[in-house]
C-alpha cells in the first residue's frame, strides 16, 4: 500500500524497493502457510486448511499486485529520467528532444506493458478466489475495493496496449508523418459517417504538430468543378442530381481502406488541376465525427471564441448554426464561413496539450472508445502499420464475417441535416427449417424534426449488407418498390431509395435466404456479427434467433440475453458498436 502511495507521489525508486520487498515477503509468506497446512495437526482439519488455502489465494493476489507495482515503478522511473526529471510538465512544455524520448520509449514498452497487464489480471483471478469466510470476514471491504482499482488499471491498460503499439508512427515518430484529415458531419450521414463538409491537412514530427490547417471542401471542389469529368455512382446521379464526381461525395463505399484512397486521389487530382499540387504522400487519410471532438472538450472543458462558447453540450449544434446560418448576422462572407472549424482545432490542441500527466489517462481512454465506435477512421499507405490498425479494429473496413452478417448503411441524399432528429431501431430474426436458414429483417425510422433550415422530409439511398449469396424474397418500403441487388466488398447488398416526412414513423423491411453453407452450421455454431455503420444512431437493436437443434451456449451471456425455449434465444441491445453473436449446438 506505502508503495502505491509512493507511485502516486511520483518517488518512483522508493516505490520500487518497497514493492521488491513486498514481493519476497508475501513469497515467503506462501511458503509458511504450505509448511504449515502439511504439518500432521493441521492437514486432516478441513475448516484450518480451508483458511490457509483462502489466506494463499491472498497472499498470491498480493504477490503479484508487488510485481505489477514494481513494474510501474521501473516505468516510472524511465519516464522521469527520460524527461529529466520534470514529472509534472504537460506535453506543450516537453523539448523535442523531450518528446522523441517519450515516444520511442512508449514504442518499445509494449512487452512491458504485457506484462505488467498479466500480473494485474493474475491478482485479479486470485481475489476472485477468496470466499472471505471466517479469519478473512474482516478483510471483505477493503479487499473488494482494491479489486474494483485493480479492475480500472486492467481495463485502461487494455487500452494503452494497443495505442502504444501504432501511437509513435502515427504521431510522427521515428518518421514525420503526414495526414488528410476528413471532418464528416453525421447529421448528414453518409456511408463512411458522414458528408465530408471540411478537410485539413496536419503534419507531425516526433510529436510536434508543425502543419495543421483545415479547409472549407467546396473551397477544393468549386474552382474545378469544369475541369473534373468524372461519372458518380448511379444513386448520386438519380437522387442528388449531380452528373460529376468531387472530393465531398468520395465516401460512397462503405468500407473505409477503399473510401480512404478514393478521397486522396480525388485530393490530388483536385490540387493538381487546381495549380496546388502537393506531391507529397499522405501517411494516412484520417476522419473524425463530432463526436470525437465532444469528447475531447468534456476533457479540457470549454472553449471561447470571440465571446462564443463550445462546450462539450452545445458544440455540434452551435457549430452548425455557426456555419450555416449565423454567419450571415455576422456579416462573415460564405466562402469564409467556415473558418471557425480551424480556430476551434487550435484551441482545442492547446488545451490538451496543456493538461498534466495525470490527465493522460482521460485522452487513452477517449481515444480507444472513439476508435471502437468509429468516430475515428484510420487509414495508413505503410501496409505493415495498417495490417495493425486492421488487428485492432480501428481500419472501418468491412469485416470478413465467415458466418452470418448485417450492415446497415443510409447515405442522405438533400436531406439537409436530417440525421440529427431521425432515430433507428433494428429487428433481425432468423429461422431455420429444413429448406434452410431464413432472415427477417425490419429497420424502423423515427422522423422527431420539423421543416426548418437544419432538417426536412429524410431521403436516405439504403444498403444492407449481409452474406454473400444470400437470396432476396421479399422487400417493402422503398421508394416504388425499387430495390437492386448486387456483390459488393464480398458480400450480396440489397438497396433502394427511402424518404420518410417530419413527424412520421417508416420502415424498410426485408426477407432474404442465407447462403446453403450457413446452414450447415459448421463446428455445430451459428455466428451473427453485426457492424455499424460510422455516425450512425441506431438506439435499439433486437434479435430473435430460431434453430432447429437445442440451443447448447450463446455469448453474449448477459442479462440482456435470454434462451426463451432449448431452440431458441434473444438479445436486446444497442449498436453504438459492432456486436458479435456465438450460438453453439
Not at 21 to 46: H, M, R
Not at 81 to 95: D, F, I, R, T, V
Not at 286 to 303: E, S, V
Not at 464 to 480: M, R, T
Request: glycine share 6%; charged share 20%; proline share 5%.
Amino acid at each position: 500500500e506505502q508503495a502505491i502511495f509512493l507511485i502516486k507521489e511520483q518517488n518512483f525508486s522508493q516505490a520500487k524497493i518497497l514493492a521488491e520487498n513486498s514481493s519476497d515477503n508475501f513469497v515467503a509468506a506462501i511458503n509458511q502457510s504450505e509448511e504449515f497446512k502439511n504439518k500432521p495437526l493441521t492437514k486432516f482439519i478441513p475448516y484450518i486448511t480451508g483458511q490457509i488455502n483462502q489466506a494463499e489465494y491472498l497472499l498470491s493476489a498480493a504477490e503479484f499486485l508487488s510485481r505489477a507495482v514494481s513494474q510501474s515503478a521501473s516505468f516510472g522511473q524511465d519516464l522521469t529520467s527520460l524527461l529529466e526529471g520534470n514529472k509534472k510538465l504537460a506535453y506543450s512544455q516537453l523539448s523535442l528532444a523531450e518528446k522523441q524520448c517519450l515516444l520511442s520509449r512508449i514504442y518499445q514498452s509494449t512487452p512491458e506493458l504485457n506484462g505488467l497487464k498479466a500480473n494485474i489480471s493474475l491478482a485479479l483471478i486470485n481475489i476472485d478466489q477468496v470466499e472471505f469466510n471466517g479469519l478473512l470476514f474482516p478483510l471483505k471491504g477493503k479487499v473488494t475495493n482494491l479489486k474494483s482499482q485493480l479492475s480500472f488499471v486492467e481495463n485502461l491498460l487494455a487500452k494503452a496496449i494497443p495505442l502504444s503499439e501504432i501511437l509513435p508512427a502515427l504521431a510522427g515518430y521515428p518518421e514525420t508523418a503526414k495526414y488528410l484529415i476528413i471532418l464528416q458531419n453525421n447529421d448528414e450521414l453518409r456511408p463512411t459517417g458522414g458528408f465530408i463538409g471540411t478537410y485539413g491537412i496536419l503534419e507531425i514530427n516526433s510529436g510536434d504538430i508543425t502543419e495543421f490547417a483545415t479547409h472549407d471542401i467546396y473551397h477544393l471542389d468549386m474552382p474545378i468543378k469544369d475541369k473534373l469529368a468524372i461519372t458518380p455512382p448511379q444513386p448520386l446521379q438519380k437522387y442528388l442530381n449531380v452528373n460529376r464526381w468531387y472530393m465531398r461525395d468520395a465516401n460512397w463505399s462503405p468500407d473505409w481502406p477503399t473510401a480512404a484512397k478514393k478521397i486522396a486521389w480525388f485530393y490530388q487530382t483536385e490540387t493538381r488541376l487546381a495549380g496546388q499540387a502537393d506531391n507529397k504522400k499522405f501517411t494516412g487519410v484520417i476522419a473524425l465525427t463530432p463526436q470525437f471532438i465532444i469528447d475531447l472538450l468534456a476533457i479540457t472543458g470549454p472553449i471561447n471564441l470571440t465571446g462564443v462558447e463550445y462546450n462539450k453540450d452545445n458544440f455540434q449544434d452551435l457549430l452548425q448554426y455557426k456555419v450555416e446560418k449565423g454567419y450571415l448576422q455576422l456579416g462573415v462572407p460564405s466562402w469564409q464561413r467556415k473558418e471557425v472549424i480551424g480556430d476551434i482545432a487550435k484551441e482545442l490542441k492547446i488545451k490538451l496539450f496543456d493538461l498534466p500527466p495525470n490527465r493522460w489517462p482521460e485522452i487513452i481512454s477517449t481515444l480507444d472508445s472513439n476508435l471502437t465506435k468509429k468516430n475515428i477512421l484510420l487509414y495508413l499507405s505503410n501496409p505493415v502499420e495498417h495490417n495493425l490498425i486492421r488487428q485492432h479494429g480501428w481500419s472501418g473496413e468491412i469485416n470478413n464475417s465467415a458466418g452470418d452478417y448485417l450492415m446497415i448503411v443510409d447515405a442522405n441524399l438533400a436531406a439537409l441535416k436530417t440525421d440529427a432528429v431521425i432515430s433507428r431501431s433494428i429487428n433481425y430474426k432468423v429461422e431455420q427449417s429444413l429448406n434452410g436458414l431464413f432472415a427477417k429483417l425490419r429497420i424502423n425510422y423515427s422522423h422527431q424534426g420539423t421543416f426548418n433550415w437544419k432538417t426536412t422530409r429524410y431521403r436516405s439511398y439504403t444498403r444492407i449488407y449481409v452474406p454473400l449469396g444470400s437470396q432476396l424474397i421479399k422487400a417493402e418500403g422503398f421508394v416504388d418498390n425499387d430495390i437492386a441487388a448486387a456483390t459488393e466488398l464480398g458480400k450480396t447488398s440489397f438497396a433502394g431509395f427511402f424518404s420518410l416526412e417530419p413527424g412520421k414513423i417508416g420502415s424498410l423491411y426485408l426477407e432474404y435466404k442465407l447462403p446453403e453453407q450457413l446452414n450447415k452450421l459448421s463446428n455445430n455454431k451459428y455466428e451473427l456479427y453485426i457492424q455499424r455503420q460510422p455516425g450512425s444512431n441506431v438506439n435499439q437493436l433486437d434479435l430473435d434467433l430460431n434453430f432447429l437443434y437445442r440451443v447448447k451456449s450463446y455469448n453474449p451471456a448477459s442479462l440482456s440475453m435470454q434462451k426463451v425455449s432449448p431452440f431458441r434465444v434473444k438479445w436486446e441491445g444497442d449498436l453504438n458498436l459492432d456486436r458479435n453473436f456465438e450460438v453453439r449446438f
